[in-house]
């Protein structure tokens, strides 16, 4: 499965770095997202990376902060990288805690330079505003040289998922086996097994276009971190480095199986049908049935009629939460995810 540390394509990008990720060893620097602006005319916006490597073995891409206001990620990666040793990495791990650091810095899911949103920016363009060369770079330089990636999300400011690891599709039976097993060992309580209604403009995409195995995470959300899902981020990462014998140590089991979900009809995110106060009236991670309550919308502008009652289209596992009090209309407000099994047999049968 290993590409032996061959060098990023820094021909076929417009980033450049001056960090070495060929060498042995455990470095940090910065990738150089030249931009010319009246902030900085000659210079270039840093983006963080690092990278270890140490004997012999595959090649694993981890990123985060890939839309800026979700922040388990990028801490769950700077600690991984200050953490671990260069004797306990058996392979080279590329870390790009950061990619979207023009956003991350401004707070913000998408970019301040551009208003893009990089997991909607692939397979991205050389020659394009700044989210389209970092898409290009990831998907055209970078992965090209790797085994594997994985990459951490959260909710960001709107919203709070339960925690999930993802579990992209790919037709080749052998990395589809791959993936399952890694979104398993990642060791979130639940698993969203992904179908038809992954958008391949998102890294994953990027992954399968490039034929190496690829799972994402969402690590909660609302713009802040908490303990708990700190803990399954930078657990997530060592089990699936250990799973790939990348990392020395042992995987960390959960203490009961996952669930594993999935979407498999448009219908199965609940919108807000009106402007309006949102008032929930479900946790993420409940088990829902059809007709379950998702909450009331209050109208703001006319207090005396009765608050407008939203319901669950089908039953499932309701992972998705608006955090907003004020919504708009069409706003998504939850999603459900059907219970599924942990094969991946069923991607196929996905439709709308």
Same mark, same amino acid.
């Given at each position: 499965?290993?590409?032996?540390?061959?060098?990023?394509?820094?021909?076929?990008?417009?980033?450049?770095?001056?960090?070495?990720?060929?060498?042995?060893?455990?470095? /940090?620097?910065?990738?150089?997202?030249? !931009?010319? =602006?009246?902030? $900085?005319?000659?210079?270039? +916006?840093?983006?963080? &990376?690092? @990278?270890?490597?140490?004997?012999?073995?595959?090649?694993?891409?981890?990123?985060?902060?890939?839309?800026?206001?979700?922040?388990?990620?990028?801490?769950?990666?700077?600690?991984?990288?200050?953490?671990?040793?260069?004797?306990?990495?058996?392979?080279?791990?590329?870390?790009?805690?950061?990619?979207?650091?023009?956003?991350?810095?401004?707070?913000?899911?998408?970019?301040?330079?551009?208003?893009?949103?990089?997991?909607?920016?692939?397979?991205?363009?050389?020659?394009?505003?700044?989210?389209?060369?970092?898409?290009?770079?990831?998907?055209?330089?970078?992965?090209?040289?790797?085994?594997?990636?994985?990459?951490?999300?959260?909710?960001?400011?709107?919203?709070?998922? /339960?925690?999930?690891?993802?579990?992209? !599709?790919? =037709?080749?039976? $052998?990395?589809?086996?791959? +993936?399952?097993?890694? &979104?398993? @060992?990642?060791?979130?309580?639940?698993?969203?097994?992904?179908?038809?209604?992954?958008?391949?403009?998102?890294?994953?995409?990027?992954?399968?276009?490039?034929?190496?195995?690829?799972?994402?995470?969402?690590?909660?959300?609302?713009?802040?971190?908490?303990?708990?899902?700190?803990?399954?981020?930078?657990?997530?990462?060592?089990?699936?480095?250990?799973?790939?014998?990348?990392?020395?140590?042992?995987?960390?089991?959960?203490?009961?199986?996952?669930?594993?979900?999935?979407?498999?009809?448009?219908?199965?995110?609940?919108?807000?049908?009106?402007?309006?106060?949102?008032?929930?009236?479900?946790?993420?991670?409940?088990?829902?049935?059809?007709?379950?309550?998702?909450?009331?919308?209050?109208?703001?502008?006319?207090?005396?009629?009765?608050?407008?009652?939203?319901?669950?289209?089908?039953?499932?596992?309701?992972?998705?939460?608006?955090?907003?009090?004020?919504?708009?209309?069409?706003?998504?407000?939850?999603?459900?995810?059907?219970?599924?099994?942990?094969?991946?047999?069923?991607?196929?049968?996905?439709?709308?």
């Amino acid at each position: 499965m290993s590409k032996q540390y061959s060098d990023i394509n820094w021909n076929k990008t417009r980033i450049q770095s001056s960090l070495d990720f060929t060498s042995p060893g455990k470095r /940090s620097g910065d990738l150089r997202l030249k !931009y010319s =602006d009246n902030q $900085t005319p000659l210079g270039y +916006i840093p983006i963080p &990376a690092g @990278v270890i490597i140490n004997g012999t073995g595959p090649t694993i891409l981890l990123t985060g902060g890939v839309h800026g206001d979700e922040f388990e990620g990028p801490i769950s990666l700077v600690k991984f990288l200050r953490e671990t040793n260069v004797d306990d990495i058996q392979g080279r791990v590329i870390i790009f805690p950061a990619i979207n650091a023009p956003a991350l810095n401004a707070s913000a899911r998408v970019s301040p330079l551009d208003d893009g949103n990089l997991n909607r920016a692939f397979p991205g363009d050389p020659n394009g505003s700044p989210t389209q060369v970092i898409a290009h770079f990831v998907e055209s330089a970078v992965m090209p040289v790797c085994d594997v990636a994985i990459d951490l999300h959260a909710g960001g400011k709107a919203y709070w998922f /339960s925690p999930c690891s993802m579990a992209t !599709y790919d =037709d080749d039976p $052998t990395r589809q086996a791959i +993936i399952m097993e890694l &979104a398993d @060992v990642f060791g979130c309580p639940l698993v969203w097994v992904m179908g038809i209604f992954n958008d391949d403009r998102s890294v994953n995409g990027a992954a399968v276009r490039n034929k190496i195995p690829s799972i994402a995470a969402e690590l909660g959300g609302t713009g802040h971190v908490s303990p708990e899902t700190m803990k399954l981020g930078e657990q997530g990462i060592r089990n699936c480095l250990r799973h790939l014998g990348v990392l020395s140590g042992e995987v960390e089991l959960r203490k009961e199986p996952a669930t594993f979900f999935k979407i498999v009809d448009a219908n199965q995110t609940v919108y807000a049908t009106h402007r309006g106060l949102f008032e929930p009236a479900f946790t993420p991670g409940d088990r829902v049935s059809a007709g379950d309550l998702v909450g009331y919308i209050h109208s703001i502008s006319h207090i005396e009629e009765p608050p407008i009652r939203i319901e669950f289209p089908i039953g499932g596992v309701a992972y998705v939460r608006c955090h907003r009090g004020l919504v708009e209309h069409g706003e998504g407000l939850a999603v459900v995810g059907v219970e599924s099994d942990n094969t991946g047999e069923e991607f196929e049968r996905d439709s709308y």
